[in-house]
C-alpha cells in the first residue's frame, strides 16, 4: 500500500490545518491508520491513530482536543484535522497504515508509511 500525506504549509499560531492520507493502488479501509510526527532534531512521536471503521480514535496528550482523526471509505482517504496550531506542532507529519484494523500508539504496528507533510506554525 503506498500512501501519500498531503495538506501540510504555513500557518500562524491558532490557525487550523487539514491533513489528508490517501493510499494509491489498494484500499486500506479494513486497516487502522496511525499519525505521527517528527520535528527537526526530535524523535518520530505518535499524534493520532483511526480504526479502520472510524469508530475508535486515540490522540497524544499534546494534541487532544485540538486534532481530530476521521476517514471517507468512499475517498480512500484518512483526515486530521488540526486547530488551535501553536509551533510545538511544527513537524513533517506521517500517516501509516496498520497491519491490525485497531491502532495503537505504537509505531511497528504500522507496516506502509507515506511520505510526510510538512507543517510550520508561526508565532
Not at 499534546?62 to 510545538?88: C, E
Request: aromatic letters at 12%.
Amino acid at each position: 500500500v503506498q500512501l501519500q500525506a498531503s495538506g501540510g504549509g504555513l500557518v500562524q499560531t491558532g490557525g487550523s490545518l487539514k491533513l489528508s492520507c490517501s493510499a494509491a493502488r489498494r484500499s486500506f479501509s479494513n486497516n487502522a491508520v496511525g499519525w505521527f510526527r517528527q520535528a527537526p532534531e526530535k524523535e518520530r512521536e505518535f499524534v493520532a491513530q483511526i480504526s479502520w471503521n472510524g469508530a475508535v480514535t486515540s490522540y497524544a496528550d499534546s494534541v487532544k482536543g485540538r486534532f481530530t482523526s476521521s476517514r471517507d471509505h468512499a475517498k480512500n482517504t484518512v483526515y486530521l484535522q488540526m486547530n488551535s496550531l501553536n509551533p510545538t506542532d511544527t513537524a513533517v507529519y506521517y500517516c501509516a497504515s496498520s497491519r491490525t484494523s485497531y491502532g495503537s500508539n505504537y509505531s511497528r504496528q504500522y507496516d506502509y508509511w507515506g511520505q510526510g507533510t510538512l507543517v510550520t506554525v508561526s508565532s
